[in-house]
């Protein structure tokens, strides 16, 4: 089974950057995937950005280059560095992972989502 628990949330202006963190505890298989999803008020969970086994990234149309996902050399701690914020971006942010196998195009569009494993989530507060 697997645990994870982000941090790094916070409140910042329009412009400003955060870098969030995802501790991630018991076993990853070598072809699993982990990314980062976010949930604001009144809308659906919607992929943000995911990272595979090969450490190759994919992000949605609305953060490209201004997000970058990282992630340790032992898979242990997923990171998430925002730079140039929008009020847009306010939303809960939770980290997942799908530890059987997947790709990050297929983690972000929550394919196979009733395996994944969810942290409890850290808010991220834009203001203009």
């Known amino acids: 089974q697997v645990h994870l628990e982000e941090s790094g949330g916070g409140s910042v202006q329009s412009g400003g950057s955060l870098r969030l963190s995802c501790e991630v505890s018991?076993?990853?298989?070598?072809?699993?995937?982990m990314g980062w999803f976010r949930e604001a008020p009144g809308k659906e969970r919607e992929g943000v950005a995911a990272?595979?086994?090969?450490?190759?990234?994919t992000y949605a149309e609305s953060v490209e280059g201004r997000f970058t996902i990282s992630q340790d050399n032992a898979r242990k701690t997923l990171y998430l560095e925002m730079n140039s914020l929008k009020p847009e971006d306010t939303a809960m942010y939770y980290c997942a992972a799908d530890s059987r196998g997947s790709t990050g195009w297929l983690l972000l569009n929550l394919v196979g989502a009733e395996n994944f494993s969810w942290g409890q989530g850290t808010q991220v507060t834009v203001s203009s």
């Open positions: 990272i595979d086994s090969d450490g190759r990234p």
């Open positions: 018991g076993y990853i298989s070598n072809s699993g995937c």
